[in-house]
């Protein structure tokens, strides 16, 4: 089975940590590190370092698209990118000083022509019946919001199952294609419907609505009291989630997706799944960037039953 993703807004993650920084003076720095970014992107990185088949698609421009390209080539995930003739894949900055906090600079990608999303689904086409696609991130400010739901629907006719892992109009826009999962955390899922969500029964009221709008099957995420499942199927589930000390919950989220489509593979069951999902969004919470395939199997064990919420 092949798991492709598609970020429409890739990054170019840019992190310096200079002994020190004052504002309106020179800062020097030595340490610095140069990452892929963007939510799709993420999903396969790890996929990858699993050793799922997996492939990440974009729409890049410029130097900094390539090198996006080229990091996640170096890591030994295979990049299928569109390149725009024009405009740069956005750099963001993000100053670390030690024991002070982080200060982020995030650039604007290009304007993307829809011609390009034309071209982006011809590369989607070649996925067959058993595939998956992940539709993930938000969409750029010059393509309309229902582009996932214009690009999900002839895979949909096709047999390709679809994760999306947006926000707002575009997930709403997306739901009636039937995706296999989406995944809100509790904020998302509250401004999906205007509420504040702050218990667990609370949450499983709003992600069945969800349920009643499209979704077949619906995580909602609760940073690290664990997470909700509930399944097509009828069933709801809840995981406690993993102890351990946070470093950043940058790409949790994306990581949970990720290990989810992994036991799914693995196990064939959802239960499988979101086990594994909760061990791949702890373990990137639990390091700086992405985690690596052995750090979510080394933690794996410690992940509890789901059990009935």
Sequence with gaps: MM???????????????????????????????????????????????????????????????????????????????????QGQTRINVKVSPPGGPETDLNGEGPDIPLAAVGELAEKLAALAPGDMVVLAGSVPPSLPRDVYATLLEPLAARGVQAVVDTTGEALLAALPCRPFLVKPNLEELGELFGVEIATVEEAKEYGK?????????VVVSMGAKGAMLLEEGGRCLFCHGVRGHT???????????????????LHGTLEGAFRWGMAAGAATAFCAGIATGDEVKRLYPQVGNPYPA
Excluded: H, M
Aim: with cysteine.
């Design 3 to 85: 798991i492709a993703t598609v970020t429409l807004n890739p990054a170019l993650d840019y992190l310096v940590s200079p002994a020190a920084f004052a504002l309106g003076e020179i800062n020097r720095y030595a340490k610095y590190t140069c990452a892929p970014g963007g939510k799709g992107i993420n999903v396969s990185l790890l996929l990858a370092s699993l050793g799922a088949q997996t492939r990440a698609l974009a729409i890049a421009a410029g130097f900094s698209g390539k090198e996006v390209a080229r990091l996640l080539e170096e890591k030994g995930c295979p990049a299928d990118f569109l390149f725009l003739p």
């Design 247 to 265: 470093v950043s919950t940058v790409g949790a989220g994306d990581s949970l997706v990720a290990g989810f489509l992994y036991g799914w593979q």
């Design 209 to 217: 609505l969800l349920q009643e709008k499209g979704a077949r099957n």
